[in-house]
Antibody, heavy 125, light 106 residues
Framework: EVLLVESGGGLVQPGGSLRLSCEASGFTFNTYWMTWVRQAPGKGLEWVASIDQDGSQRHLVDSVKGRFTLSRDNAKKQLYLQLNSLRVEDTALYYC??????????????????WGKGTTVTVSS | SYELTQPPSVSVSPGQTASITCSGDKLGEKFTFWYQQKAGQSPVLVIYQDAKRPSGIPARFSGSNSGNTATLTISGTQAMDEADYFCQAWDRSTVSFGGGTKLTVL
């Protein structure tokens, strides 16, 4: 069974830091892109960051560039998201998702086919 | 960033057909994906590459994409289909989500 289990969330003051982890099992981790998506309370889904199979390509949403760092450890089958300089607006449920991507009929595609249950980050004083 | 627009809500009677739209500039030239999120649960992929269904997704779920609009269609809607639905596309190294549509089965 493909499983993604996030951890590391919690309550932190504005300006603080957290490190989120995502442990993968049931699939060959080092052959997949991985993605973080967050969802603020009562709001929609917001893409945060994606990383390729060996960590050489990383994409982040503009609002977190310079504050969040994305990495992975393929030997441990772990995905990480380092959250620094946290803001109140970063409060959300953070999902880890396995991603599939490629080219078809001349078009590039990227999507999330398996999601974890998420870990909650609350930024408040 | 690439903007995707969905209606906030759609209502349907049990057994009827529900259609949820997703609009974006030249969206038909991109692949669209759809996720279902039931209350308190994680999102689940229901349609990929415009019209394909992942294993385990009922055949009543279908998708299309042309011009500026992608559509998720649920035929013979059941009470269990009540959920939020999000469309998604990839553009210029970023993932874009629509704002989500709450499907109510009355």
């Amino acid at each position: 069974e493909v499983l993604l289990v996030e951890s590391g969330g919690g309550l932190v003051q504005p300006g603080g830091s957290l490190r989120l982890s995502c442990e993968a099992s049931g699939f060959t981790f080092n052959t997949y892109w991985m993605t973080w998506v967050r969802q603020a309370p009562g709001k929609g889904l917001e893409w945060v960051a994606s990383i390729d199979q060996d960590g050489s390509q990383r994409h982040l949403v503009d609002s977190v560039k310079g504050r969040f760092t994305l990495s992975r450890d393929n030997a441990k089958k772990q995905l990480y998201l380092q959250l620094n300089s946290l803001r109140v607006e970063d409060t959300a449920l953070y999902y880890c998702a396995r991603s599939d991507q490629g080219w078809r009929a001349g078009n590039y595609y990227y999507f999330m086919d398996v999601w974890g249950k998420g870990t909650t980050v609350t930024v408040s004083s | 960033s690439y903007e995707l627009t969905q209606p906030p809500s759609v209502s349907v009677s049990p057994g009827q057909t529900a259609s949820i739209t997703c609009s974006g500039d030249k969206l038909g030239e991109k692949f669209t994906f759809w996720y279902q999120q039931k209350a308190g649960q994680s999102p689940v992929l229901v349609i990929y590459q415009d019209a394909k269904r992942p294993s385990g997704i009922p055949a009543r779920f279908s998708g299309s994409n042309s011009g500026n609009t992608a559509t998720l269609t649920i035929s013979g809607t059941q009470a269990m289909d009540e959920a939020d639905y999000f469309c998604q596309a990839w553009d210029r190294s970023t993932v874009s989500f629509g704002g989500g549509t709450k499907l109510t089965v009355l």
